[in-house]
């Protein structure tokens, strides 16, 4: 079945440092991807997809393209802020309209000032 | 424009009770999906339903449950609640289903402890 690998946090940047963290995915058909960010306290909101190989999806400074020939979404941002101390995750949507979300595992930030 | 909410926010219960949770889903969107979140096993998807019919399930036992009404609303229900079912259950809504890249808006979840 579809599965999504991430790396472990958490991570942990100082302000302004470079950010990657990394995804991998396993499915068939040609699926979406997505990353999602949570806050303390909160549920999850979009942060940016991409529907197709070699897309690029991005949002508030942050990007990650689908990769197909790797099987990979990794999301990078090149400067982090304390604001963005959160938990992301990775997820992948299968390609029909009665498919689900996968999701990773979620990867805690931890940026310190 | 309103955006999903979920009730009651925190729940305690004892073992061996029931529970039902209500979701709210942004006006027009007509699938409603339920996930667990837990630390131990991360977000595991439970139903979705659209337009009053469960579309997919995913590997939970018979305890829990769930419908859609016909405003979209949906609720869970679980029943003979076990210590390990105390999570934070997120309700999220879509215009179309998430298989389709459709954006999923997610409510804050609902706390339940189980004691």
């Known amino acids: 079945g579809d599965s999504v690998t991430q790396m472990e946090g958490p991570v942990t940047l100082s302000e302004e440092a470079f950010l990657t963290i990394n995804c991998t995915y396993t499915?068939?058909?040609?699926?979406?991807l997505f990353w999602y960010v949570q806050y303390p306290g909160e549920g999850l909101q979009l942060l940016l997809k991409?529907?197709?190989?070699?897309d690029k999806g991005s949002n508030k400074g942050f990007e990650a393209t689908y990769r197909k020939e790797t099987t990979s979404f990794h999301l990078e941002k090149g400067s982090v802020q304390v604001s963005d101390s959160a938990v992301y995750f990775c997820?992948?949507?299968?390609?029909?309209?009665?498919?689900?979300?996968?999701f990773g595992k979620g990867t805690m930030l931890l940026v310190s000032p | 424009k309103a955006g999903v909410t979920q009730t009651p926010r925190y729940l305690i219960k004892t073992r061996g009770q029931q529970v039902t949770l209500s979701c709210s889903p942004i006006?027009?969107?007509?699938?409603v999906s339920w996930y667990q979140q837990t630390p131990g096993q991360g977000l595991q998807f439970l139903f979705e339903?659209?337009?009053?019919?469960?579309?997919n399930k995913g590997n939970f036992p018979g305890r829990f449950s769930g419908r859609q009404f016909s405003n979209s609303r949906s609720e869970m229900n679980v029943s003979t609640l076990e210590l390990g079912d105390s999570a934070l259950y997120l309700c999220?809504?879509?215009?179309?289903?998430?298989?389709?890249?459709?954006?999923?808006?997610f409510g804050p979840g609902t706390r339940l402890t189980v004691t």
């Open positions: 999220a809504s879509s215009l179309v289903g998430p298989g389709t890249a459709d954006e999923q808006y």
């Open positions: 499915a068939t058909g040609y699926p979406s």
């Open positions: 991409a529907t197709k190989a070699d």
């Open positions: 997820a992948l949507g299968g390609d029909s309209g009665y498919s689900t979300l996968t």
């Open positions: 006006s027009g969107h007509r699938s």
């Open positions: 339903y659209f337009s009053e019919t469960q579309r």
